[in-house]
């Protein structure tokens, strides 16, 4: 596929960055009903999202399809707008997805699909992202932009709760078969996820898993925190996991590269 040019993204990223630079992804997306819990982020932890240097972060390294910005720009007018993912890290998402020549793709937490249409965009045009989530409401908003992209056949979603589909997948004997998992959904569910798509992820392949900073909470989880519990859990089970590499980057809510040996 063609490369984007470079964006001029003045306040059109402002708006996306200031309700989405941290994906909030919690029990409403592939797992427990439940709604969202809001949290306050400082951007990335480290540079503040009104820092002028974030902006000229994005100003230096966005490219965004135009169908993209148009499905963000929809989604942060949504009163759940801020669980997506944010543009920086979908686009880390699709330069790894590009870089592994991945085929076959697993995203647990679709939301509104804005990081399904990114992997779609730059998967062969007979690769397929599987994706997954119990919500179709927040789908549907997505789902015309996928087609305006050409790019609808590419993306199976799958509405059930999403250790369901996993199950489904390892019977059907898709061990190893897929080359790239994205987990951002409840997050006490995010060991299970984790081990499965380990198993559904070939050698080489790289499963990112969202939120595992969770606005700082990590560092002293409460006892009631249920959320940043699990999340610490599988922070600590990560950096001793011989069966992977791995690297924590400080994007967004935080993202972890486990990279499959």
């Known amino acids: 596929d063609s490369e984007m040019p470079l964006l001029n993204v003045p306040k059109e990223v402002a708006v996306g960055t200031a309700m989405l630079g ?3 992804a919690t029990g409403m997306l592939a797992g427990k009903r439940r709604p969202p819990t809001p949290a306050t982020h400082t951007g990335t932890g480290m540079i503040g999202k009104s820092s002028p240097l974030w902006q000229y972060i994005l100003d230096h390294s966005l490219r965004e399809h135009p169908i993209l910005k148009k499905l ?27 870089l592994i020549k991945a085929k076959k793709v697993l ?9 399904a249409l990114n992997m ?19 789908a549907k ?16 979603l799958r509405i059930k709760p ?46 990112a898993i969202d939120n595992v900073l969770w606005s700082g909470k990590v560092v002293k989880p409460r006892k009631d925190d249920l959320a ?12 001793r996991d011989a069966r992977v590499n791995i690297s924590m980057l400080p994007m967004g809510d935080g993202v972890t590269l486990a990279f499959k040996l």
């Open 22 to 24: 941290v994906a909030f």
């Open 162 to 207: 999403a250790i369901q589909t996993l199950d489904e997948l390892l019977a059907n004997g898709e061990a190893e078969t897929f080359d790239f998992a994205f987990i951002d959904a409840d997050k006490e569910s995010y060991n299970e996820y984790y081990e499965k798509c380990l198993r559904l992820v070939r050698k080489g392949g790289i499963i």
């Open 120 to 138: 779609a965009l730059v998967l062969p045009d007979n690769g397929r992202v599987i994706a997954c989530d119990i919500n179709e409401d927040y």
């Open 72 to 98: 963000r720009l929809l989604t942060a007018d949504h009163p759940w707008g801020r669980m997506m993912v944010s543009c920086d890290q979908a686009q880390l998402m699709a330069n790894l997805v590009k």
């Open 141 to 156: 908003i997505g789902r015309p932009l996928w087609k305006e992209a050409g790019v609808e056949h590419k993306i199976d």
């Open 228 to 239: 940043a519990q699990s999340i610490h859990h599988l922070n600590e089970k990560l950096v």
């Open 107 to 115: 995203e647990i937490g679709v939301f509104t699909g804005y990081n």
